[in-house]
Every structure is written in C-alpha cells, then in structure tokens.
C-alpha cells in the first residue's frame, strides 16, 4: 500500500477503495439491532426496515454504494481542479472516511446520507465556471431535495445550499432549476400519498415540520470514543487544510476559490446544526466528514512525504479502530 497518499496513480487510489468498502460491507453485518426513531423523515423509516428485514442483502448493496460515492468525488475533485495541484488523494481518504462513517447499527441509512452528500457535492462542484452544466446543477438539488425526506436534521442544510446557489449564480434559468430541483422530491412524495387518500397540503407540512423532531439520544448513541477520536484527526488536518488553501489561494482560480467558499460556509453551518439544533442527528456528523474529506488532499499536496505518511496512517488506524 502506497502511504503517499496525494500521488496516489487511480490504480492506487481504486484498489484502496475497493478494500475498504470491502471491509466496511463485511463489518456490518455483525452489527447491532436498528433502533426505530419516533417521527423520523418519511424515507428514515423505510430504509431502516430494509436494513432489519435484509440485512446479508443491504451489507451487499453497501459496497457499490461507497465505491460510486468514493469515485464520484475523485472525478469531479480531479476535473475541476480544487487543489493547488492534481491529486486523486480523495479516492483513498474518502474511502477511509465512509468505513469510519458506515460501520453502525443503522449503516444502509448512514450510505445512503453519504451518497446524496457526495453527489450534491461532486455535481456542485462542476456549477462555478463560466459555463454550468444544467444536468449537473439539477441531480445537486435533487439530492438535497431528498434530503428533507431522508433526515430531518438535513432540513437547514437542503434550504441554505439552495439560498448559496441561488445568490452566487444569480441567473433566472439557474434559479428555476434550482428551485425545481430542491421541491420536486417532497411534491412527488406529497402526491403518491394523495393518490393513496391523504391530504396533500398536510403530508407536505409534516416532512417540513419533522425538523422540530428530537434525535439527541440517535447521535449521542452514534458518537463512540472511537468515532470521537476520529473526528479529532479529521478536524486537525481539515484545519491545516484550510491554512494550506490560504496560502496557495491567490494562484487559484476565481470559480475554484468560490468552491472553497462554499464547502468552508457549509461546514461551519454543520457545526452550528450540530450544536444548536435540537433535531441534531448522526446524519449532520457524516456530513461534515464527507466535506472535510474533499478538502483534506490540500494537506497532503502541502506537507512533506514524512509528514503525509504519519497523518494518513493515523487516519486509518482511527478508522478502522471504528470496527471494534
């Protein structure tokens, strides 16, 4: 295994991958029973039901889950160029960050948390340029549309990237497409409960107001020392990467500083979820790692081999201690 991790060759990075959704999907399957949370989002009971009545099934679905996630953020990190030089490092610390995120009682929820943060990211990733893509700018805001339905702690978060799109891009295709994008899923959940005999307008006030919902003892239950101690390493380098991009900002590109911005903005948006929301959930945790994790490879572009060596083995070391 290569410990250089920021010169990972995609053989490298794919092969890392590979074994850790690997373990991750092994790992699960010894897991605990799923705890059911009392008003939870429409889709949270639903996807937790597959995870108890399917469980050898959902811990083999598990694996395709992280490695699309893992090389849907190398591609989009890499064809846009957001570090300070080309770098497939996010493949392999993805991959480390989703075992440590996945291995839960929970984990098929957890999984799919991580693929629509992933795909909101990647997709948001190529909408900064003087060109944006509509399709991409569409399957972003669908995933945080689904969001809402998903977890309801993921309510302020579905909400404020639209606001951050809307006003960085400023343009009334742009706008209509986010908009569209962010409300079709609850609209679509709305109606198929209509066409069953509910009330439309009252379906679609009840995902809204599951964000008053209590889920302290789901995230307390979440945070395990090992966790804990993992979020610690991941905070340390995100920290320093954040230093390293300061540095290196002024050689960067307009629409690449703005990326930064935004990830920057929606972290500390999650930390202050995290703290103030009585709806807090495990699902805003994964978050931030997720985003962390894509600005994590400025550290190790920035840093002496030695050094990248020694903070990338204490990311896996902490990550796989999260199995035992």
Avoid at 6 to 18: K, P
Avoid at 183 to 210: A, I, M
Avoid at 271 to 291: D, G, K, R
Wanted: hydrophobic share 60%.
């Amino acid at each position: 295994m290569v410990f250089d991790v920021a010169r990972h060759r995609f053989s490298e990075g794919f092969l890392t991958l590979l074994l850790f959704a690997l373990i991750a999907s092994v790992a699960v399957v010894v897991g605990g029973e799923v705890v059911p949370i009392e008003g939870a989002a429409p889709l949270r009971g639903f996807i937790d039901s597959l995870t108890v009545q399917y469980p050898v099934a959902t811990a083999v679905a598990l694996f395709p889950m992280l490695v699309y996630a893992g090389l849907r953020l190398a591609r989009s990190t890499v064809r846009v160029g957001i570090y300070s030089a080309t770098s497939m490092g996010v493949m392999a610390l993805s991959a480390v960050s989703m075992l440590q995120c996945v291995v839960s009682t929970n984990y098929l929820y957890i999984a799919v948390v991580v693929l629509l943060v992933t795909v909101l990211i990647s997709r948001l990733l190529y909408c900064f340029g003087a060109k944006v893509r509509v399709d991409f700018l569409f399957a972003a805001m669908l995933s945080a549309g689904v969001m809402p339905l998903v977890d309801n702690a993921l309510i302020p978060l579905s909400l404020v990237v639209s606001i951050i799109v809307i006003f960085l891009r400023a343009s009334l295709r742009e706008t209509i497409v986010v908009l569209l994008g962010v409300s079709l899923p609850t609209l679509l959940y709305c109606y198929v409960l209509w066409l069953f005999g509910n009330d439309f307008g009252t379906t679609f006030l009840e995902v809204w107001n599951g964000g008053l919902v209590e889920q302290h003892q789901a995230l307390v239950a979440y945070l395990t020392i090992q966790r804990l101690i993992f979020l610690g390493v991941v905070l340390l380098l995100y920290i320093c990467s954040v230093v390293f991009y300061f540095k290196a900002r002024v050689t960067m590109l307009d629409h690449v500083r703005s990326i930064w911005t935004l990830l920057m903005v929606l972290q500390l948006l999650l930390v202050a979820m995290l703290i103030l929301m009585p709806t807090a959930s495990e699902a805003l945790v994964v978050a931030m790692i997720i985003i962390m994790t894509v600005m994590l490879p400025q550290f190790f572009l920035s840093v002496d081999v030695p050094t990248a060596t020694i903070a990338y083995i204490a990311l896996m070391v902490s990550s796989l201690a999260t199995i035992y």
